[in-house]
């Protein structure tokens, strides 16, 4: 007996996915857990700690940068822009999650404050530092996009680290998959290979990113042109994560957001960055003025 054409490329496909799951690495196997240390009932959980890392080690690295010639901004500003950062990555990473992606959690106010639930957005914490820069700067009366600059080469730090954390969590899984490397997430309802987009994201966003911008202040002088680091951070996480999000699945609430519109959320919001982050770069020679001063 012939089968139809549709129900041919059925077997094939169910085919192609068994040997796909057979072949996958299941995460259980790689014996991670979202709780990096557990004390009776006390859980301190790797996403936390991912936060955490990344504001120290951001926090240790603009020290480093402060000490160069022409800094724009002095070891007391920074320490205050440590606080006034992390309250705008955390408010505005949540209250972003939320406005863009779970609007619906307006309706209950008290959920939309419930961080440890998980559900935190780049693009809301990119605004919040936004806003904390813009208070450091009218409090200080600095240069704002020259403090910016110099915070876009932190902020990789940080992305590396949510990302990974990400991919502990067994969270924001990419699309199915049958490559070598497809991982099969326990937090997955189907249960199908799919790409570790996370892992795509921490490399992209997160070490790649952070290499570009160290080599471009510490080996060349464009730090001394305005808005130039701002903007190839901008342009080049829009770049990134435009591109990863063919591989990441979008949220299941916004699947059909991305059918009807050929791009998903994230790609959306991405958009913006890249144009911006070329117009601060190809902008920039006409704001340079050489080796600025140090502020004291």
């Given at each position: ?30 014996g991670l857990s979202p709780v990096a ?27 480093r940068m402060l000490k160069q010639p ?227």
């Amino acid at each position: 007996m012939i089968l139809p054409i549709s129900a041919l490329a059925a077997n094939i496909a169910s085919t192609a996915g068994a040997a796909a799951a057979n072949t996958a690495i299941r995460f259980e196997e790689l014996g991670l857990s979202p709780v990096a240390l557990s004390i009776g009932s006390f859980q301190l959980k790797w996403y936390s700690l991912a936060y955490l890392f990344g504001i120290l080690l951001g926090y240790w690295y603009m020290g480093r940068m402060l000490k160069q010639p022409g800094a724009p901004m002095a070891q007391r500003h920074a320490d205050d822009l440590m606080l006034y950062s992390t309250l705008g990555i955390i408010l505005g990473g949540r209250l972003g999650y939320v406005a863009f992606y779970r609007p619906d959690l307006f309706e209950t106010p008290l959920e939309v404050f419930k961080v440890w639930q998980g559900g935190m957005s780049f693009h809301g914490g990119l605004i919040g530092v936004l806003l904390a820069i813009g208070y450091l700067v009218w409090r200080n009366k600095l240069s704002y996009i020259r403090v910016g600059d110099y915070v876009a080469c932190v902020v990789p730090f940080g992305l590396l680290f949510g990302r990974l954390a990400n991919f502990v969590n067994a969270e924001l899984w990419g699309r199915p998959t049958d490559v070598a490397w497809a991982v099969i997430f326990p937090t997955d309802p189907d249960g199908l290979p799919r790409h570790p987009s996370q892992l795509y994201e921490a490399g992209l966003e997160g070490a790649l990113l952070a290499v570009v911008l160290a080599v471009l202040f510490w080996k060349t002088d464009v730090r001394h042109r305005p808005g130039f680091l701002g903007g190839v951070f901008l342009a080049g996480y829009g770049a990134s994560r435009f591109f990863v999000e063919y591989f990441r699945n979008p949220d299941a609430h916004l699947i059909e957001f991305a059918e009807q519109t050929g791009l998903s959320m994230g790609q959306w919001l991405t958009v913006p960055m890249i144009l911006i982050g070329l117009y601060l770069i190809f902008t920039s020679r006409g704001r340079m003025k050489g080796p600025q001063p140090a502020i004291a």
